[in-house]
């Protein structure tokens, strides 16, 4: 099976602090990506990564930032966290040419 | 540009009722379309997609959806309800970009509620 995993299931942050979000998945899968879920809103793409060291932006990137040095790893950055992100952050990883993404547990972030 | 619509952010059935979430989109391009759901603190799973094909498409725990373009719908059905349903259901739509998928449009979501 797909695993992806999320090093966090719950996390309280700072206002201000720099936070990382570690995702790892474990199917070779070459796109990565993470999203950030809000009640009533869905799901929103904040960043996504077709390979190594290569990072798009999504539809919500501000105040965030990637970084995947690893095949395997995709880190999310919040650079100075504000209560505004605090949210449910879910990774998600899927196969080159693949049509469907497979998602980790997810990060509850609360910043105060 | 594409967008997902879901109608209803909660429904309500009884145990043993159908199970009907609604789902639009729009796109410009073939689409390729997923439902996924969410238990209480859990990651998304997929239910049941459509990429090509038959237009009918069944997925786990008896759950199926039917692609109608002429509609732009893709709703989610259930015979019958069990208690175990509750949960988050999301639609989504797939845009194949640079010959890549999994990058994923969502909808607001729908929470289904299961009465005893």
């Known amino acids: ?112 | 540009a594409q967008s997902v619509t879901q109608l209803g952010s909660h429904v309500s059935v009884s145990e043993g009722a159908l199970v009907l979430l609604r789902c639009n989109y729009s796109s410009s391009v073939p689409p390729y379309l997923f439902w996924y759901v969410q238990y209480p603190n859990q990651g998304l799973q997929l239910l049941l997609k459509y990429t090509t094909g038959a237009t009918l498409v069944k997925g786990i725990n008896g759950f199926e959806a039917e692609f109608k373009k002429s509609e732009t719908s893709f709703h989610l059905t259930k015979p019958s309800a069990h208690m175990s349903d509750a949960a988050e259901y999301f639609c989504a739509v797939s845009k194949i970009w640079n010959n890549q998928g999994g990058k994923l449009i969502f909808g607001q979501g729908t929470e289904l509620s299961v009465k005893p």
């Not at chain 1, 960043?47 to 798009?56: H, L, P």
């Not at chain 1, 995709?74 to 100075?80: A, D, N, T």
């Open chain 1, 1 to 112: 099976d797909v695993k992806v995993t999320q090093s966090s299931r719950y996390l309280v942050k700072r206002t201000g602090e720099k936070v990382f979000l570690e995702c790892v998945q474990d199917m070779d899968h070459e796109n990565m990506f993470w999203y950030r879920q809000d009640p009533g809103l869905g799901l929103r793409l904040i960043y996504f990564s077709y390979d190594v060291k290569m990072k798009e932006k999504g539809d919500i990137p501000e105040g965030y930032s990637v970084s995947r040095e690893k095949k395997e790893r995709f880190s999310l950055i919040l650079e100075s966290a504000s209560t505004n992100q605090t949210s449910m952050y879910l990774c998600a990883s899927s196969p080159q040419g693949g049509t469907e993404a497979f998602f980790g547990q997810g990060t509850r972030l609360t910043v105060v």
